[in-house]
């Protein structure tokens, strides 16, 4: 029995995630051409290239509402164990976009070391580098907040995204107001802050990287998932016992498959019945989880397995 697919269990979610994501559009699309604007009429390099970073957002905007859409597509001839594993492509193609953006900021501010410098530019300027800052942190908090509620990873590295684009609107706020208060010779402060968040940012893509690249290996979820989902299995009346359990994350979403001890006295469909209820009981207690795979087994010596569970087991220790 194959669970719903999420967009049929929690429209509610999806409806979150993309209206998230079309927030964030809007936002791209608008504060992108406001300090591009402002920074050539400002004469702000350190504006214009924040605000080309905000138009290159709209790549990760697109690739995470492109994700949403597929992930939601139920399971076809040629895609027969669904479509989730794109959120896995999605997020690394996000970190990916994360890593090179912050391989351009290290090199950028390394050259502003070396001597690069740059006319001081109008007061606007810095006033739009800060309105970006509040805009960007509002959308990385919203977007993260909403990445949690859907557990879902393509959001939560689109959040990150939008945190770096904070980010450098810091990095051009604090390069802009020093030149303006404290003339050009202050300007290396602005890339030192740069290299000091560029490589923050940095670790967090490469840790979006692995843990998109540990999903492609088919890594188990974390242990406290796992005994969560457990839990569930003897619960349900006529499970005599389980072992073989096994846990994997399919993009956002969670695989499980096991083998279910139930008393040989009982009928095949009697067994499929229990079967059905540890299925329902698991998705239920897990939205999380997208299919749930169950081999029943008679409780009997050849079929029992020391690293199963069994219900007497449980009985003995309470």
Known sequence: MRAPSPETRSPTSSAHARSVTWLSVGANISMGLLKCGVGLWAQSRAL???????LTDLVSDVAVLLGLHVASQP????????????????????????????LALLLDSVRAILGERSTVPKWPALVVALL???????????????????????????????????????????????????????????????????????????????????????????????????????????????????ARRVGDMIEVDL??????????????????????????????????????EPDTPEHQHERGVAESDLNTTN
Not at 48 to 54: C, F, K, Q, T
Not at 187 to 209: H, P, S
Not at 274 to 280: M, R
Request: aromatic letters at 6%; one cysteine or more.
């Open 48 to 54: 214009v290239a924040d605000g080309l970073h905000s």
């Open 75 to 102: 399971p076809d001839e040629n895609h027969p164990y669904g479509h989730q594993k794109i959120a896995t492509f999605v997020t690394m193609f996000i970190a990916i976009l994360l890593l090179g953006f912050c």
């Open 259 to 296: 083998h279910l001890l139930v008393s040989p006295d009982i009928s095949v469909k009697a067994g499929h019945d229990i079967a059905s209820k540890v299925k329902h009981e698991i998705v239920r207690r897990h939205p999380e989880v997208i299919n749930v795979l169950i081999h029943i």
């Open 132 to 246: 970006s800052l509040a805009v960007k942190e509002w959308l990385f908090w919203r977007t993260r907040r909403v990445a949690r509620e859907t557990r879902s990873s393509m959001l939560l590295a689109n959040a990150w995204h939008h945190r770096t684009d904070s980010i450098t609107s810091i990095v051009a706020a604090a390069g802009i107001g020093t030149s303006i208060l404290l003339g050009e010779g202050w300007a290396f402060l602005d890339a030192v802050v740069g290299i000091l968040l560029g490589g923050y940012i940095a670790i967090e893509g490469v840790k979006m990287l692995m843990t998109a690249i540990k999903d492609l290996m088919d890594t188990a979820p974390e242990q406290s998932v796992i005994d969560d989902l457990r839990e569930h299995i003897l619960a349900v009346d006529g499970a005599v016992g389980y072992h073989d359990f096994r």
